[in-house]
Nanobody, 122 residues
Framework: VQLQASGGGSVQAGDSLRLSCESS????????MGWFRQGPGKDREFVAGIRWGTGRAYYADSVEGRFTTSGLKAKNTVILEMNSLKPADTAIYYC????????????????WGQGTQVTVSS
């Protein structure tokens, strides 16, 4: 399975970005698709995730109400809509797939995309 993340860029505070993560293989309903980010000098952290079968989404407190993740099942693609971006959101964003259900722990994910850079300036 290969995950291809795209959609990053450089924006101003308050702007929006839409990240996509396409899987090379079918995403099964038991899969949990997660988004993580790693800012400069920081550990990688959970941002959002979605249970593929039910569509239930989970968010970190820092992005709740600003970010939305969803799945395009016909395209095996997961989306992360990011609104009201802040400089603190600057990071490399990664998508990942877990066959073990919902988790905020990165080492519980089985496949990772290559990351896409998001830079938010004030």
């Amino acid at each position: 399975v290969q995950l291809q993340a795209s959609g990053g860029g450089s924006v101003q505070a308050g702007d929006s970005l839409r990240l996509s993560c396409e899987s090379s293989a079918r995403i099964y309903s038991s899969t949990f698709m997660g988004w993580f980010r790693q800012g400069p000098g920081k550990d990688r952290e959970f941002v959002a995730g979605i249970r593929w079968g039910t569509g239930r989404a989970y968010y970190a407190d820092s992005v709740e109400g600003r970010f939305t993740t969803s799945g395009l099942k016909a395209k095996n693609t997961v989306i992360l809509e990011m609104n009201s971006l802040k400089p603190a959101d600057t990071a490399i964003y990664y998508c990942a797939a877990s066959y073990r259900g919902f988790s905020k722990v990165d080492n519980e994910y089985d496949y990772w995309g290559q990351g896409t850079q998001v830079t938010v300036s004030s």
